[in-house]
């Protein structure tokens, strides 16, 4: 996303807590303040108010549908935080902007029906947290045991969308989730980004009473330098989410999980030994969106695409030189095998644009006689912070 342009923020309205300073010279009167609060938050109640209603008239305008689904449209959202981001002049970081307004329209998209979406649980793990981040609050959350079945869910229609997990800025790729993608026809809707911090939790909050500790395998991956530096001795169970690392540590005073701050507060744990022991200050997980379409373009998208290769001198250039060609960024590329065949790889790839875009339709057609098979994922916003 290009960065929002700086130069008329002087000429922008100044914050009215500014205006309420310039028009008294003194120091302002505390209950002069309040009175300023009340009125621009009955303003804002107001206004949402206001947007809900619109809301309803959208859904109104689009005729009778069959289910909360086929309100939703990922690509206007986007659209609407990505003018959240460039209006902001502060005080407030994009961050928390972006989050209020994600909860506004999450709120006025239920008042047809909430969404229903599928995530790796059980509560509390940052799967959880990446639905939350992404449709708010007002969805409807599934936690289902594997990623394997919140597939099977979203393709059953049971769930509208999935939330899974695909790579971790440190540890690299979540082989489950693309392997998934070889034999599934769901689509890519989407992608959240989700700062991860891990927590070393227990009932007491003595690290010297702990003897084993519960977690996903990814977060003890996230977390060795620290383990071997703080606890070389203690015992590591892997266990199926992190969620479920702290539910079992919730039975015992000499056993601890390494998991989300949430999952300690949903599972009693409330005793954090030692915050934000990821090895990496800038722990980051990239969560895939999946869904039953493919949307229309929201103007800054990424496409992903599965590539089955012919075995063939040059098979890997002819399959990337028509995206050059025609001017498309490659973020990112990924090789499994395919299972169709000894030796055979199929290749991830994620592009720049949206498969709808002149120059990715011709790419696409470029690459068909160079490859056994080719299967566009999804197009989908890229995420907005």
């Known amino acids: 996303m290009a960065s929002k342009p700086k130069k008329n923020a002087a000429k922008a309205a100044k914050p009215a807590a500014e205006k309420v300073a310039r028009t008294d010279a003194a120091a302002p009167v ?66 928390v902007l972006v989050h209020v307004f994600r909860e506004i329209m999450s709120a006025c998209l239920a008042q047809q029906e909430p969404l229903k979406v599928g995530f790796l649980g059980p509560e509390g793990t940052f799967s959880q947290q990446a639905v939350m981040k992404h449709f708010g609050r007002s969805a409807h959350g599934l936690p289902l045991a594997s990623i394997e079945e919140v597939f099977q869910e979203v393709e059953n229609g049971n769930a509208d969308f999935g939330v899974v997990p695909v790579e971790n800025s440190g540890q690299g790729t979540i082989q489950v989730t693309l392997d998934m993608f070889l034999t599934s026809n769901l689509k890519i809707c989407g992608e959240v980004e989700l700062r991860v911090h891990q927590y070393l939790l227990s009932r007491t909050g003595r690290i ?83 869904g039953r379409q493919i949307f229309p373009s929201s103007g800054h998208d990424r496409t992903s695409v599965l590539v089955f290769i012919r075995d063939q001198p040059g098979a890997l250039f002819n399959v990337l030189s028509p995206f050059a060609r025609h001017g498309i960024s490659m973020n990112r590329i990924e090789s499994r095998p395919s299972h169709h065949a000894k030796w055979e790889y199929g290749f991830f790839i994620d592009l720049a644009g949206h498969v709808e875009d002149e120059s990715m339709k011709k790419a696409l057609a470029e690459l068909e006689a160079h490859s056994a098979q080719i299967k566009v994922l999804g197009s989908y916003p890229v995420a907005v912070p």
Not at 57 to 76: C, H, I, M
Not at 90 to 95: A, C, I, K, N, V
Not at 256 to 265: C, L, R, T
């Open 208 to 290: 010297e009473d702990i003897e084993r500790i519960y977690s996903h395998p990814q977060s003890f991956a996230q977390t060795s330098s620290w383990l071997r530096s703080n606890l070389p001795k203690v015992e590591k169970i892997p266990v199926s989410s992190n969620a479920e690392g702290a539910r079992r540590a919730r039975n015992s005073d000499d056993a601890a999980a390494i998991a989300g701050e949430s999952a300690g507060h949903v599972y009693g744990l409330k005793k954090v030994i030692m915050g934000s022991i990821e090895d990496d200050a800038d722990n980051t997980t990239r969560f895939l969106v999946i």
């Open 30 to 95: 505390l209950a002069d303040v309040r009175a300023h609060i009340d009125g621009i938050d009955r303003q804002i109640q107001s206004l949402i108010a206001d947007r809900a209603a619109y809301a309803l008239q959208v859904g109104k305008a689009k005729g009778k549908l069959a289910a909360a689904v086929d309100y939703y449209r990922p690509e206007r959202e986007a659209q609407v935080l990505r003018m959240v981001v460039d209006r902001n002049q502060g005080p407030l970081s994009d961050e």
